[in-house]
């Protein structure tokens, strides 16, 4: 929906069928208009039962929606009865309630990528893209096919990527629970009995001790120190500069650095790759990819790159010059699709390449991290061995010693 002024001053409101705001303003230009406000029909549509109900929909659920839409559409199913049939065997009310605001646009007259550009929680910018893509290019079927592949290998990276990392991170987890029940319930009982030791303690109970009475008196300040410091850094965060400085910092990081990298390269790859090959022009395929990255560093450099395009410059150039976190490899095979009119082909394979450097990479990220984790460990056990233990030999010595 929008408000809007006209050539006389009046303020008019309608409704415009667009998939971006950029849409809006074009259609308003076009009907001289100059607008106010712009609000997504959605919002008024569906209201907040259905956008709490969207944030809920995962992506194992858009990839099986797409395909089986696809499906239908092959079969000759005609595209409301798809919805029907989708929306009465959906199990999940979340995604039961979209289809049926989807239909009811539909049944309205609106063409899919408009229905589905109802829900931007939902439905991704370069879902909608390709989807436009399939409707202008009459193969509605195949963009849905492209969108579900694409969905599956970006899924897969993430699967990997949390399968890599539960361990670390849950031998992190229960040392830091182990160290905290330690402190509260175990070393005050301790610490109360080498009260009673005369003798000068070991440095590591000493260190356990102080440790302790630190934190049972101001453990009400620790947990008001961390949840500001969270709350400090989310703030931080959310300002441009800093932002921009902690994104570049992700790529230059030692152990972790070479992973984002390629992770990134091959989301962007994907995208592109998929953009371009149904359709997309590549200043926009360039644009909705920078849309998606997760990483404000690479969409800046992106911006650079398609300024660079835009002012007569080829792609190839604007990569060469403007994204330095590209390989010479990936940016020479740009070169070489844009030359020979397949440069969707040439990213296909920067992301099948990137796609088995990830999952090497994954797998001796693991195999590098396990030691890590087991010097920690023993570290710790050989430190609370050496605190507990050390006195009580000391004393088991004296005691023998006065016995003699």
Partial sequence: MYRARNMSGRVVEGTINAVDDRGVYQQLSAERLVPISIQ???????GLTARFFSGRIKDEDLIIF???????LKAGIPIL??????RAQTEKPAFKEVLTQVSRSLTGGSRLSEALAEFPRVF???YINIVISGETGGDLVQALANIAVWMERELEIKT?????????VMVMIALIAAAILMIMFVV???AVFFEKYTAALPLPTRILIA???VFQAYWPAFLIVIAAAAAAAVYLLRIKPIRLKYDQMKFHLKIIGPLYTKIMISRFARIFS??????IPALKGMEVASEVIANTYFKELLLKVKQSVQDGGTIADGFFNDMPVFPPMVTNLIAVGEKTGSLDDMLEQVVDFYDMEIKYTLKNLTTMIEPIITLVIAGGVLFLALAILLPVWNMSQAMTGQAQ
Avoid: C, H, W
């Avoid at 998929?274 to 359709?279: E, W």
């Fill in 40 to 46: 997504p029909a959605a919002a008024k549509k569906t």
């Fill in 66 to 72: 797409s395909r089986q839409l696809g499906a239908m």
């Fill in 81 to 86: 009865q798809s919805f029907d049939i989708l």
């Fill in 124 to 126: 991704s910018p370069e």
């Fill in 160 to 168: 990997a990527i949390k399968s890599a990392l539960r361990y670390p």
């Fill in 188 to 190: 005050p009982r301790f």
């Fill in 211 to 213: 440790v302790n009475n």
């Fill in 274 to 279: 998929m953009l371009v090959r149904n359709g």
